[in-house]
């Protein structure tokens, strides 16, 4: 089966400091990766270094194609605009990407359709960015604390969403929540 | 299923103006320097004529300024709202880029406009050439523009952004300052046509230079 | 042991050269052209450092250009240590220039179009400091202000090379390669000391690309040792192999 993302020997410094370093992984459809570790051991750098988000120190991430149409990516201290309606903000990605659409019943944000960003919970947010982060059918999926600031509908749709992802994708969330992660194949603690 | 590159242009277009006309506090803020500016100018030179060297810089002078608090909030706010990363993942950097200066470039022309007919309203200034003060406000418009979004965009991760991205901006600004006073003060009625063509013309290939460079020098900085 | 050697010899020629220099200047017969033809050997000095500033402030916009594309921290090293020395030589010209300008033409400061180009250049060195010194990732400070760079370059070549030289600008500064202010000894003592000004500043330089390496260094050596805390074995998720296929890596 081909791996859907690579990673050989990845890293990240700040200063003499290394957060993580040497850290390889291979990914194919049907995994989900489960990051762990406790505060500032660089769970959300790593996450944001395999979204293409960052520029790491040392090491390689491999996707095939354009990594804003292989990979998915939805984090809990990602902003949305503040003015933009979430069928705006979906249009917008559509428009950027070349494609996707989404039903907003599914992430259960049809009744704030219209409501611009700032209005929104930050539950609803939450939910908006794994819909833009799901749109375009990504192989690869990368969550950071998706459930942090949802109720139990919520982890519902996150759960829903991880599920299909691993039909013909697959999953890396990022977490600490001890109820995150439980189908997970793959477990990996950034401080051991 | 990749878009064009002008298709992305227009989308980031799209959603600097959805956001500029709902979130009219910025707008307003500049359009209101931009007023008491020239209002102030009026005073300054009450019951004076204005000879076209003075005028020339006096407004050039008010749109620099219009400029540096304006534009360069465009690449700020990504970061002072926390949506660089939602950015970043759906677009690409020269769409970024290119998109903001667009926007940027519409919002600056009207203010120069309105600058315009608002100081030759409330000023002794008169229009001798208005082909090369066009030609020179077009380019000062480009001009202003390239300049300040790319200090924007270098400025936007750091600390202290918003007064470094003036500081930064204004030592970029400085060169077109020549360019374009000598182009607006010939067709306000002072100097030689044969000199401020060339400095209009020259105005417009900076502009269109920096705008055409900016997106390289962004993305070299974007993901880092 | 090598660097300190060449620092040591350096150090000597230039305490050799450098009184010599001195003397000459004050030895050479006063050029005619000037106003004030005795008072004008400040040129001996503020043409050279002119000179040479603008080759560093044109260095640090390449360095920073091999950095942007390699992202090789030293070359971020050399792109700083160029604009340090072009500041310093640059501070120097318009210092040298003002009293040039206060015996030539009786005020230190009259917006003459090279003085106040050259100004505008260290207002640019300024915003790159400036700049440098809001960030504390070493590789966000070298990427920004290496775009800064980029983007000065076309207002640094504008405003040394074409401002001062269009045909509506009038400055009072003296062309004195091409309307022959200089005689032969005069120029002699010129290029002597263009060639010693310009091998301080190239020493300059290279100690102070040295510093930065070995500080860089130092920093890489602590980040090693700060890694042997934790487990030095890689951490592999599932072993992977990279076929040199397609796909888009960072």
Known sequence: ?192 | MNSGWMTEVLAVLRKEARVDVRDLGSLLTVALFSGVTIFAISVASFNQQLKGGIAAGLLWVALLFAAVIGQPRRFLTEEDQGTSDLLRLLARPHAIFWGKCLMGILEMAVTAVAMTLFFFLLTSATLKDPGLYALGLTGSVLALVGATSISGALAASARNRSTLAAAVALPLLVPIIFFGIASLRTSLGEGLPENAWPAAWGLLGYGIASIITGPWIFSAVWRR | MRALKSTKWMAILVGIFMPIATVATFMAPPAAKFQQPDLARMVFWHLPCALVSSVFLFLAPYFAFRFLRTTDIKWDIRAVAAMELGTLLGILTLLTGMLFAKTQWGAWWNWDPRQSSYLMVMLFAAGYFALRSAFSDNEKRAANSGGYLMAALLPFFFLIFVYPRLPQVVSLHPNVIKDGSFDATYKGVFYMMLVLIGVVAAWLYQLRVRAGTLEWDFENQNAELDNRHRSATPRVVRTISLPDQGGTTS
């Open chain 1, 1 to 192: 089966m081909a791996n859907l993302i690579e990673a050989e020997n990845l890293g990240k410094r700040y200063g003499s400091r290394w957060l993580f370093r040497r850290v390889s992984l291979s990914l194919t459809a049907g995994d989900f990766l489960v990051i762990r570790g406790a505060n500032g051991s660089g769970k959300s750098t790593l996450a944001r270094g395999l979204a293409h988000l960052i520029e790491l120190t040392e090491g390689k991430v491999r996707v095939d194609g354009d990594p804003r149409l292989a990979i998915g990516y939805a984090a809990l201290d990602m902003a949305v605009y503040p003015h933009l309606t979430p069928v705006e903000h979906l249009e917008m990605a559509a428009e950027l990407r070349g494609a996707g659409s989404v039903d907003l019943d599914r992430f259960g944000l049809e009744s704030c359709r219209n409501t611009r960003g700032q209005g929104l919970s930050t539950g609803q947010r939450m939910r908006l960015k794994i819909a833009m982060a799901v749109q375009v059918n990504p192989p690869v999926l990368i969550l950071d604390e998706p459930g942090a600031s949802l109720d139990d509908a919520g982890r519902a749709v996150v759960e829903e969403v991880v599920r299909t992802q691993r039909q013909s994708g697959c999953v890396v969330v990022a977490t600490n929540d001890p109820r995150e992660g439980v189908e997970a194949n793959l477990e990996f603690r950034l401080d051991d």
